[in-house]
């Protein structure tokens, strides 16, 4: 019979609809037996069983004179048993520096019953397995073993250094049981197999001055209690040659991980099915999780609009990033002013200009566009320099996996709580990251299908160097600086709530031109419509998408940004974004279709933008004339006085986005902010609202399906954005409109103003 789990996913998922709200509950069964055959092949002997009524060997350890009974195999030379037939062996006793040592000569598995044991060796590993088909530790009910390794090896061949670990197995080793194992692994690791490990059972309790755990072909866990502490990775597994090895499969049980390394790390795959899980890297996560972003993302200097360290190498720059610099170049601190300078030059002109009379503007040793620091050595890939005036988590130095091999060269530790090289699979479980660098990392494709997620990172939360697919799940990011990233992100189910220092959700696949400046607007004309396919052609290759369950996003950077396109044809996007202007609530360099499902969107009015014209769900975008306060509320009405959302956004704002299936062209809407309303609230939105005393409210009827709003009535994309944002204004002087353009009035539409 094929066992299967199924997963409850509490959804919620805000289904803002004729002024309703209600969380939805989906179900989703996943097939585990044959996910998990994938990887590991159970044998009835990887459980624990009864040996009571078998044939086994009793060996009894003493200081003095370690005696066995039974048939088996045994050799004892003073402390060091040795073991060289298969069977079931009961251990029991103490060796004060001694050591057992598994070398089988027939075919085979060994059972070591642990039995009350304590182990120490002052020379090598406790318990060395050489040879043997598969070797299972049973921990004995109510019992508690205890071994402790050499803090230095002596080995009797200098030319095999293999074993490094208090417990080291060359083949297949099993842990069950429900007694206690305690290993503290004072020379290199604590448990390691160099093919699988499997733990069906059992409390273990790992310390280790490397690594904690390692399954080199695989490590697989259920219904265990394991908790490491390890000054380098907590489990691993390490096989990177063999095609289908290097993964770990965390079936169930109770998993703890204090990690200066990473938490849980495999060169292929990690599947977690269910289990609970806490994990945390070095010290944690910042108490404050800061972007060093300064304005428009091109550098870490004080603070924004603070020039960047780094300086800049005009002359290397495409137009798009002249442009780009011109845009904003407003917020930063110049030593002169050269905005009246440069006006009506071409972009070649200001080119050459910037080169020759902002040389001056380099930092010793170069920087700029090489992305060079005035060391010579190379900056971090965003082009941010440290803030200095953080305090930093500073990894701690590794040595080489090697233990005999000597570098002069030491790499950074990797810091992250649960990192994968190919893949990571989340189905279900419950699990908590508290990490340094990214809380749940894949350098493939990231997918959670279930399961609680609470994550707390100085770095991302949730990252894929390939895809993120989120298609169930309980996610909570407490803290991050970035919530979300991959190439290509599809949100289809689950509940998602996130903080971030800086994006939210990010998508940095496709075209990534002009990553040093930020984003920048280009508006298509006939000159550029060339430029503009070329582009388009490489935003293909990944987009977000949005197609059903609930996102909630507060970022002080972008809300939701693509490099690529975004499109929503279902499930509720909350987005509070940047105050500042320099960060836009929505950013993407192609197109944001809007086709189904409830967006709300605020945040600053420099850089805005609404959604494009192939959308087919009608969308406003309202820009004030000034900032509001945190929690003054926005209801849209429609003719016949019916609320059709309502809103307090958490954070102060000048904009808003906001699209409902139920805004309908060409019907009188009403838009009023401020006053007093009551009704039930989460996350800013309301239901069952009532609204008393707006402080004032916009009447409109709109004709197509992006319609811009500022205090007046209907604008002209770009002009709604009072207060100065550097887009709008950019836009107003023929700039660069992201996108294509929209076709709105010529003229402010005569609106009801109260």
Known sequence: MKKKIALPLILSVVLIASGC?????????????????????????????????????????????????????????????????????????????????????????VRLILNGVEITSSTNATIDIEQSDKTIISLEKGTENNLTDATSYVYEDEANTEVGAAIFSKDDLVINGTGTLTVNGQYKDGITSRDDLIITGGTINVTAVDDGVIGRDVFAMSNATVNITADGDGVKSSNDEDEGRGNVVLESGYLTVVAQGDGIQAEK??????????????????????????????????????????????????DDEVEAFVENMESMNLPIDISTEIEGMTTEEIRAYLTTTLESMRPPGGGGMDRQNSGGSELPEDGQLPDESAEQNTPPERNSEDNNTSTSSVDTTSQKGIKAGTNLNIVGGSITVDTVEDALHSNGDLTIRGGEENLSTGDDAIHADGKVFIAGGDITILKSLEGIEGTNIEISDGSIHLKAADDGVNVNGGSSMNEMFGAFDRTSTTTETEEIEEDDSSIENGQLTISGGYLYVDADGDGLDSNTNITMTGGTAIVYGPTENMNGTL?????????????????????PLGVSDGSTQNTIMMTFDESLKANTPVTVTNSNGEPIITVAPEKNYQMIVISSPDLELNEETTLSHGGTITGEIIDGVYTNATTTDPTGSVTYSPTTVMTYLNSSGVTEEGSSTMGGGMRGNMQGGGGFGRGQERQQPDKTEDATNE
């Open 21 to 109: 709200n209600e969380k939805r509950n989906t179900e989703k069964s996943v097939d585990t037996e044959a996910l998990i055959s994938q990887y590991v092949d159970y044998d009835t002997e990887d459980y624990y069983t009864a040996w009571e009524d078998d044939i086994f060997t009793k060996i009894t350890l003493n200081n003095e004179a370690t005696t066995f009974d039974g048939s088996g195999g045994v050799i004892i030379n003073g402390q060091n048993v040795e073991i060289h037939t298969s069977g079931t062996y009961v251990l029991e006793g103490t060796l004060s520096d001694g050591q057992i040592k598994v070398n089988t000569e027939d075919t085979g598995n």
């Open 269 to 318: 795959e990690i599947i977690v099915i269910d289990g609970e899980y806490s994990i945390k890297t070095g010290d944690g996560s910042p108490e404050v999780v800061s972007s060093s972003e300064s304005g428009m993302g091109m550098g870490g200097g004080p603070g924004a609009g603070a020039m960047p360290e780094m300086g800049m190498d005009f002359s290397s720059m495409t």
């Open 587 to 607: 950013d993407y360099d192609g197109t944001f279709l809007m086709q189904g499902g409830t967006l709300i969107a605020s945040g600053s009015a420099g850089m």
